[in-house]
C-alpha cells in the first residue's frame, strides 16, 4: 500500500507536470513530462514502488470505463472488424511471431518466457497517444481506431500474458488449450460485466421511480460500476478489463446516462474528468519512478552478462523494431481483409496512405500496463522458484516501452503536419443538421402554446388580475421567446459559415494580406454585436430601477412566464434529439455534447427561477 505522503506528493507532481505542459506551450507533450518528473523525483530519493495488483484494480476498470463511453457506438460498430482485429486478431499474431524472433534474437531464453514477454508488449497505451495528438488535426477514423483497440487489447494481451507464464512456470503448454481458455475468459468476462451493468441500470431505474435521484448517490453507485464488475469477473475466473468496457458499452445502449436528472449529468461530467486526469498522471508518474532503478538492474544484468551496455540497447531496439514491423503487417492485412470485403459487396474503397500508416504503426506505444505485467512475473524467494530469466524480461520491456514513447513523440507530429484533413467532417455536418432540428422544434412547441393561448381567450377565458394586463404579459412572453428561437434558428443556418470564419481567424496568419484584413473585419463585427449585447443589458439594469411596483410586479409574472415556457422548449428540444438518436440520424458523440449544452441552458434557467419571489 501506498503511503498517505506518498500519494500527496504524486498529486502534487500531477499538478505541477499540467503547469510545466501549459509553461512550454504544450510543445512537449503531458505524459513525457509526467514520465520524467518521475525519473527526477526517483533520482532525488523518491522511492514509490508500482504493485501490479493494486494497479491493475485501481487504475485500469475507471480509466478503461470512461474511455469506453467516450467511444461513439455507431462508429465502433462501423469500425468492429479492424477494432476486434487489431484488438485480438493482431495482438495473438504478436505474440507468436514476436515470441519466436525473440527466441531467435536470444536463444538462451526459453520459448514460453519469449511468449510472455511478446504478450506484456502486445498492449498499446491509448492514454499516451490521446495526449501525443491532443490539439492536432487527426482524421477521426484513426481516432476512432485507437481508441477502439484500447479498448480490448490490454485484456486480450493480459490473457496471453497468462497463459505463457503459466506454460514457463510449469513446462507445459497447448495451443488448442490455450485458444480454448483466452476464448473462455475473454467470453466470460465480457458476459459478467454485461450483466452486472443491465442489473445495476434495471435498479437505478427503480430507485429513479422512488425518487432517489440526488447527484451524490447516482454518481457513487457509477464510479463502483467499473471496480465491481472488475473484481466479480476476476473472482469468477474471467477479464475484469473487459467486464469494464462490456459494463460501459451496455450502460450506454440502455441510457441510463439521459435518464437521470441535469444535475446528476452535470455532475458525473467534472467527477469523471477530475478522475480521468489524476488517474492518467499517475500512471505516467509511477512509469516514471520505476525507469531509474529498472535502468540500474538493466547495467547489472549486462555486468552479468559480460554484454556492453550498446549491445543492450541495440537487442531492445531490435525487439521494438520487430513489434513494430508486425504492427504495420498487422494493419495492412487489416486494410486487405476490408478491400476483399468491399470488393465482394460491390463498395467503392479508398486505400489509405502511407503516412496513415506510419502513423497508426507508431501509436502502438507501450505504456504502464506492460510494466505492471511483467513486474507481476514472480521473484525467486525462500522456498519459490522465480520467473526464469526475470530480470531481462523487466530490462527489455521497460527498454520498449521508453524506446516507443520516444519514437510516437518524434515521428507521430510530423506524420500528422502531412496527412490531409477529411473531405467533410461528419461529426460536424450531423451537429449542424441537429441543431436546426431542435430550434424547428422549439419553433413549433411555441406555435403550439400560441394557438392554445389564443384559443383560451377566444372561450372568453378573463384573467385574474383585470381584463389585459397578464394576457398582454404572457402573449408578450410568448413573442419574445418565439422571437429568441427565431434569432437562435438563424444563428443555427448559419453556423457553418461562423464555424468557418472562427476557422480562418485560426488560420489567418499563415495567408497574409487579404485573410488578414477578412479577420479584422469579422472581429470588428463582433465586438459590435456584443458592445450592443451588453449596453441592452446595462438599460434594462437602469430601467428597472425607475419603474413603479405595479409595473415591476408584472415584469416579474413575464419574467415567470417566459423562464416556464423556456423549460417547455427545453423539454420540446430533448424530446427531437432524443428521437434523431433513436432514428440514427446523430450518434451518441453528438447526442452527449448537445444534451450537455441543454443541461447548462436548463440549469440556468433553474438558477433564475429560484431567484423569482415566491409570491409572484
Known amino acids: 500500500m501506498i503511503p498517505a505522503d506518498n500519494i500527496l506528493l504524486l498529486l502534487v507532481m500531477a499538478a505541477l507536470s499540467s503547469l510545466l505542459a501549459r509553461l512550454l506551450r504544450n510543445l512537449v507533450p503531458l505524459p513525457l513530462i509526467q514520465i520524467l518528473l518521475g525519473v527526477v523525483a526517483a533520482s532525488l530519493g523518491v522511492r514509490i514502488g508500482l504493485e501490479p495488483d493494486l494497479f491493475m484494480l485501481v487504475f485500469l476498470p475507471p480509466l478503461l470505463f470512461a474511455d469506453a463511453f467516450r467511444m461513439p457506438l455507431r462508429e465502433f460498430h462501423e469500425l468492429r472488424g479492424t477494432i476486434f482485429f487489431l484488438a485480438f486478431g493482431l495482438v495473438v499474431l504478436s505474440t507468436v511471431f514476436c515470441g519466436y524472433a525473440i527466441h531467435w534474437l536470444i536463444p538462451t531464453l526459453d520459448l514460453a518466457c519469449c511468449f510472455a514477454l511478446a504478450a506484456a508488449l502486445s498492449p498499446t497505451d491509448t492514454v499516451a497517444v490521446t495526449s501525443l495528438i491532443a490539439g492536432r488535426h487527426v482524421p477521426e477514423r484513426m481516432i476512432h481506431i485507437l481508441s477502439g483497440e484500447a479498448l480490448f487489447n490490454d485484456a486480450s494481451g493480459l490473457v496471453c500474458f497468462r497463459f505463457a507464464t503459466a506454460a514457463a512456470m510449469t513446462g507445459v503448454f497447448s495451443y488448442r488449450q490455450a485458444f480454448g481458455g483466452f476464448l473462455l475468459v475473454a467470453l466470460g468476462g465480457m458476459g459478467v460485466g454485461a450483466l452486472i451493468a443491465y442489473g445495476a441500470a434495471r435498479i437505478n431505474r427503480v430507485l429513479l421511480r422512488r425518487g432517489f435521484d440526488d447527484p451524490p448517490l447516482q454518481i457513487t453507485l457509477m464510479v463502483l460500476l467499473p471496480f465491481s464488475t472488475y473484481i466479480v469477473a476476476e473472482r469468477l475466473g474471467g477479464s475484469g478489463i473487459l467486464a469494464s468496457v462490456a459494463a460501459c458499452m451496455v450502460i450506454k445502449m440502455m441510457g441510463v446516462i439521459e435518464e437521470a436528472n441535469t444535475a446528476t449529468r452535470l455532475q458525473a461530467t467534472t467527477v469523471w474528468t477530475m478522475l480521468s486526469y489524476v488517474f492518467n498522471a499517475l500512471i505516467f508518474l509511477l512509469l516514471g519512478l520505476q525507469l531509474p532503478s529498472l535502468l540500474d538492474r538493466g547495467m547489472e544484468l549486462a555486468h552479468a552478462r559480460h554484454v556492453t551496455l550498446i549491445q543492450l540497447v541495440t537487442l531492445v531496439a531490435a525487439v521494438y523494431a520487430i513489434m513494430s514491423l508486425l504492427r504495420l503487417a498487422g494493419l495492412w492485412l487489416s ?282
Open 335 to 616: 486494410i486487405l481483409r476490408r478491400w476483399l470485403v468491399s470488393r465482394w459487396m460491390h463498395k467503392s474503397f479508398a486505400w489509405p496512405g502511407v503516412l496513415s500508416s506510419v502513423l497508426l504503426t507508431f501509436a502502438g506505444v507501450r505504456g504502464a500496463v506492460t510494466l505492471a505485467a511483467v513486474l507481476s512475473l514472480p521473484v525467486a524467494g525462500a522456498g519459490m522458484d522465480g520467473f526464469p530469466d526475470r530480470e531481462l524480461i523487466v530490462t527489455i520491456a521497460a527498454g520498449v516501452i521508453v524506446m516507443s514513447l520516444i519514437g510516437a513523440g518524434l515521428i507521430m507530429p510530423a506524420c500528422i503536419r502531412f496527412i490531409p484533413p477529411e473531405g467533410t467532417d461528419r461529426h460536424a455536418l450531423e451537429e449542424r443538421m441537429a441543431r436546426q432540428t431542435l430550434l424547428r422544434a422549439a419553433l413549433e412547441r411555441l406555435q403550439q402554446e400560441k394557438h392554445a393561448h389564443d384559443a383560451g381567450r377566444g372561450r372568453g377565458a378573463q384573467p385574474d388580475t383585470g381584463p389585459d394586463e397578464v394576457p398582454d404579459t404572457a402573449q408578450g412572453a410568448v413573442q419574445d421567446a418565439a422571437r429568441d428561437a427565431a434569432q437562435g434558428a438563424a444563428q443555427g443556418a448559419t453556423q457553418g459559415t461562423a464555424q468557418a470564419a472562427v476557422q480562418q481567424m485560426g488560420q489567418g496568419g499563415q495567408r497574409g494580406g487579404d485573410g488578414t484584413s477578412e479577420d479584422e473585419a469579422i472581429r470588428q463585427d463582433v465586438i459590435d454585436r456584443l458592445g450592443q449585447s451588453y449596453e441592452n443589458r446595462l438599460n434594462q439594469i437602469d430601467e428597472a430601477r425607475q419603474i413603479t411596483p405595479m409595473n415591476r410586479h408584472l415584469a416579474l409574472r413575464r419574467e415567470r412566464i417566459e423562464l416556464a415556457l423556456r423549460l417547455v422548449l427545453l423539454r420540446a428540444q430533448r424530446q427531437a434529439l432524443h428521437s434523431l438518436f433513436s432514428e440514427r440520424k446523430i450518434n451518441d458523440q453528438t447526442e452527449w455534447e448537445l444534451e450537455q449544452e441543454l443541461d447548462f441552458e436548463e440549469q440556468l434557467l433553474r438558477a433564475r427561477v429560484q431567484r423569482l419571489p415566491q409570491d409572484i
